[in-house]
């Protein structure tokens, strides 16, 4: 499975962005999506999860109530609604995706990784 993030930027602090996750793979619908991201110096970091066709979704508390996940199985694709954005967010953002209907917040689980996309939030 290939995985193609794009939709990073530069924000000010408040602002939105959204982000995309395009995948390779005809049987996109059978795979949990997860967003994860990294900030320098730091772990790399759960946002938030998709599964399968049902669509359950799973937040990390730092974005609960301001970020959105959601997908498109006919364009396989995965998206990250990202509102009242802060200089916290700003992070290399991937996405990741695990066959399988799961809930996790590991990074281990994800057996594909897309490349990063840069979020840069301004104060």
């Known amino acids: 499975v290939q995985l193609q993030a794009c939709g990073g930027g530069l924000v000010q602090t408040g602002g939105s962005l959204r982000l995309s996750c395009a995948a390779s793979?005809?049987?996109?619908?059978?795979?949990?999506m997860g967003w994860f991201r990294q900030a320098p110096g730091k772990e790399r970091e759960f946002v938030a999860a998709i599964t399968t066709s049902d669509g359950n979704t799973l937040y990390a508390n730092s974005v609960k109530g301001r970020f959105t996940i959601s997908r498109d199985n006919s364009k396989n694709t995965v998206y990250l609604q990202m509102n009242s954005l802060k200089p916290e967010d700003t992070a290399d953002y991937y996405c990741?995706?695990?066959?399988?209907?799961?809930?996790?917040?590991?990074?281990?689980?994800?057996?594909?990784w897309g490349q990063g996309t840069l979020v840069t939030v301004s104060s």
């Open positions: 793979e005809r049987t996109f619908s059978r795979y949990t």
């Open positions: 990741a995706a695990g066959f399988g209907r799961f809930w996790s917040r590991r990074f281990q689980d994800y057996e594909y």
